[in-house]
């Protein structure tokens, strides 16, 4: 069973906000236990903000290592300028230095490529990723595709445009992690050599 953390949550929200949120939260939670609490109990309630702390931490360890939003930026002129061809095998080399195996797929272009990891295959559909709108009909393309060679997950890249509110709720409801602007520059950043 895969954990995953409910997005409104606290715990998501400290891990997406700066850093030093998080520990302005723990400096709180201490001030008011010295304030509102009896001396004995201080330490306990202090405690309660140790797990904001280790949100804290993970938030800072992440910010530091992630591409600045000058590089994010460049890279994604670069890759809104690549033909699709070039931007295939980037995405191709960045998930290969990522430990998975890539197959590209021809056919119908409903999925671009498979990667597989240990048993697990996602599918990826990239093909539309300049695309200004983009609706459920790809997805609904991409989760036949999933079905048909029994994938468990698939990946709909976009770096351009916006996705409809309908596709948002038919990716959510079937499996399909949509990749985005930011997250496909990050994903190329974060894997070059």
């Known amino acids: 069973m895969k954990f995953k953390m409910a997005e409104k949550s606290l715990f998501a929200v400290l891990l997406r906000s700066p850093w030093w949120i998080s520990f302005a939260v723990v400096g709180l939670i201490v001030l008011a236990s010295g ?6 109990y201080f330490v306990v309630g202090a405690l309660a903000g140790f ?5 804290g931490c ?6 530091l290592r992630a591409p600045s939003p000058a590089k994010v930026a460049e890279m994604l002129g670069a890759v809104n300028s690549m033909p699709w061809r070039s931007f295939a095998d980037t995405l191709a080399a960045a998930w290969e ?3 998975c195996t890539v197959e590209r797929l ?3 272009g409903a999925a671009d490529l498979a990667l597989t990891r240990g048993t697990t ?26 079905q048909a060679r029994d994938a468990s997950a698939g990946v709909y890249v976009i ?6 509110d309908n596709a948002r709720i038919f990716a959510r409801d079937h499996g399909i992690a949509v990749l985005q602007d930011d997250g496909v520059a990050r994903l190329l950043l974060n894997q070059r050599g």
Request: net charge positive; no cysteine; glycine share 8%.
């Open 35 to 40: 304030a509102l609490l009896p001396k004995e």
């Open 51 to 55: 797990p904001i702390f280790v949100v």
């Open 58 to 63: 993970i938030a800072a360890w992440r910010q």
């Open 97 to 99: 230095r990522d430990g």
């Open 106 to 108: 021809a056919g119908s």
């Open 121 to 146: 295959t996602t599918l990826v559909s990239a093909r539309r990723w300049k695309a200004a709108t983009h609706g459920v009909e790809p997805l609904r393309e991409l989760h036949a595709a999933m």
């Open 159 to 164: 770096t351009q445009g916006q996705l409809s």
